[in-house]
């Protein structure tokens, strides 16, 4: 526990602002921050992030929109971006984040990079039965039905590693399996928030945050047939997962890393008495740096980071690289300045808010109406890019978050430097969708 300052109240306020009240909720938000502070809005998007924006529409003109494509360039310069960010540490590559099986696949073949990071039992049963042999679950399951395929093969036994982070959940896996099932591979999910006096900064998962509450439930799993504990894994989303907006978010996140890493080997010493860990996991595209000194974590995990969606504009460890965008077409001029793209309607998961909207990038100038915003069937925007724009003339957005995009649509444009397309199927093209 730590106590509050002047500093950290601050921050908790705008942790509470990214992450809102229904997953990194700070209890003492309401009596603890003086109303007088204003929490800083997303800036407008930086034009110099895409630098080649009219080669991936020329290259794209054939296709019908809407559409997605990936800069595959950038992406791929991202990628050996976050290898030389984790400096030596094996990447599991969040799958939730991509969304596209040849992708994920492909990452994997990289230098660098080591299993998948699945957020569905379903899901990662579909990943090993398409050649993807280490996949970590990161969420609990109840799902029935993937424990029964889970049981049915071999391979996904041995490839698979489930979450846990309650004695409940080995008793509603063993109600799902019957007694006497295979040894089922399991991790526990760790909360690794940071707690400063009564506020939470962090998201809202695990009840296991102490050594103790680690140790007693490693040794409850240990005394349990059918369950093999292997792994241990930290998500330290309020490092990670939060843009470093200001001086007092930065003082948040170094002393929320020292206290974690602190904690993290105290966790790792008390369950290793209950068990052979092999698998040790922390961190995630905006913390790679940071979680990747401690030397006790096995592994770090990423996978937003190779499109670079407007939620991670603004970390100084990085530079920004956006390569994943959609296409719109403007159907409608109904003013001068004013041009009506059709669809668009994108918003990312999370507290509701401006930086949660698509954003469009080119041509450079436009931004929503007020009145309507990013809609269902049309999105009107305004500028003095509009003026020059007609109908039938495309517009290029960002999505604020990386995998979500990618449910959007059956099927994403890769673009190469030389201008030629492949078009590869998304898990929604696939006839897959896991929640």
Not at 80 to 90: E, I, T
Request: proline share 6%; aromatic share 6%; hydrophobic share 40%.
């Amino acid at each position: 526990m730590v106590s509050m300052t002047p500093g950290t109240i601050v921050t908790v306020a705008l942790v509470e602002r990214h992450y809102g009240s229904g997953t990194g909720e700070c209890a003492a938000t309401a009596t603890c921050v003086p109303q007088a502070i204003e929490l800083p809005r997303r800036p407008t998007y930086i034009l110099e992030h895409v630098t080649n924006a009219t080669h991936l529409l020329e290259a794209t003109s054939h296709l019908q929109t809407p559409f997605a494509l990936i800069d595959s360039e950038a992406m791929w310069r991202n990628a050996q971006d976050l290898v030389r960010r984790a400096n030596g540490v094996p990447i599991r590559v969040a799958t939730k984040s991509i969304r596209v099986l040849s992708i994920i696949k492909t990452v994997l073949t990289l230098d660098g990079f080591q299993g998948a990071m699945s957020y569905s039992l379903a899901e990662a049963n579909w990943l090993v039965d398409n050649g993807v042999d280490d996949v970590l679950v990161a969420y609990p399951s109840v799902d029935a039905e993937a424990y029964r395929e889970l049981f049915k093969d071999e391979k996904r036994l041995n490839s698979i590693t489930v979450m846990v982070d309650s004695i409940e959940a080995l008793e509603v896996i063993d109600s799902l399996c019957g007694s006497g099932h295979a040894p089922i591979r399991i991790c526990i999910d760790v909360d690794s928030s940071f707690k400063v006096g009564p506020a939470h900064l962090g998201v809202r998962r695990s009840p296991i945050h102490s050594p103790r509450q680690a140790k007693n439930l490693a040794a409850a799993i240990g005394e349990r047939p059918g369950f093999k504990l292997v792994g241990l894994m930290f998500y330290d989303a309020q490092i990670a997962g939060v843009p470093d907006t200001s001086p007092a978010v930065r003082v948040m996140k170094n002393r929320s890393s020292a206290e974690l890493m602190r904690r993290r080997r105290r966790v790792i010493r008390a369950v290793s008495q209950h068990a052979d860990l092999t698998l040790i996991n922390g961190g995630g595209t905006g913390s790679l740096e940071t979680t990747g000194k401690d030397k006790n974590l096995t592994e770090l995990a990423a996978g937003s980071g190779l499109f670079t969606p407007t939620l991670f504009d603004e970390y100084d460890a990085f530079e920004p690289n956006p390569s994943s965008f959609f296409a719109l077409s403007v159907v409608r001029k109904p003013a001068p300045n004013i041009v009506t793209c059709f669809a668009g309607g994108y918003i990312a998961s999370g507290p509701a808010g401006q930086n949660r909207v698509p954003t469009p990038v080119w041509p450079e100038g436009l931004e929503y109406l007020g009145t309507e915003g990013a809609g269902e069937v049309q999105s009107p925007l305004k500028g003095k890019a509009a003026e020059s724009l007609a109908i039938g003339d495309r517009v290029l957005f960002r999505h604020a978050k990386a995998g979500e995009m990618c449910e959007r649509f059956n099927q994403v444009a890769l673009v190469s430097p030389e201008g030629s397309v492949t078009i590869v199927p998304t898990y929604r093209g696939e006839g897959k969708n896991f929640g």
